[in-house]
């Protein structure tokens, strides 16, 4: 009866144990992103949601993934990325001088950079933006296109509600910005206008954002973001978002 009762105990501690290190073993990836950028990534109350949450939360829970989201600065992002706060960052631009720290995915959607102004100090064409007041968001592609600008002034914002509360009193001339994102700010603020299109000549697009040396989870990334094209999954997020 001893020996029955010893064998018992080990085998329901091995089932126990085993229990356990089912849980431990659960894949979790900690995703990091700034939830200030409708419709990509925002707050809807305590809850984030937006385009860049629906695609990228979709590709690492079809890869097996728990996430596990954190809301932080933009300025933030990348420093949190290379000390390892967390694992991944929703999207960012590609640009050259961001492949020098980090890596990117394949782009999982292309936008256009907008140039928007005061109704009270109007500015004809996107060319009249030389030597201008241009605000834009600290650490963004709009910050690299507004320094491209002849001889504008470039006043940097850690957020964009602090450079559409200097355009609305016109402390500055004019802000550069997603074309996705022009819409939200335009449509509550009636003071502004679509003055245009700035190009992009360096790098378009958003993508995933991970630390140097993840070659292998990258292209797992990559064959989910193709099948989220193929599927037309991705289309029709971005109808949902940004409309046809």
Partial sequence: MKKFLLVLTILLGMFLGGCGNSKSDEKVIKIGGNAEYKPYEYLEGNKVTGFSIDVVFKIFENLGYKVEYTNMSFEGLIPALETGKVDVLTGLTPTDERKKFVDFSDK????????????????????????????????????????????????????FTGAIMDLNSQKIDAIIISGEVKNEYLGNNPK????????????KGIAIVFPKGQDELIEKVNIEIQKMKNSGELDQLINKYFGE
């Fill in 108 to 159: 999982y959607y292309v936008g256009r950079q907008i140039a928007i102004a005061n109704k009270s100090n109007p500015i004809a064409t996107v060319e009249d933006l030389k030597n201008k007041r241009i605000g834009v968001q600290l650490g963004t592609l709009q910050e690299t296109l507004a320094k491209n600008i002849e001889g504008a002034n470039v006043v940097l914002y850690n957020s």
């Fill in 192 to 203: 502004l206008y679509e003055i245009g299109r700035v190009e992009d000549n360096e790098s």
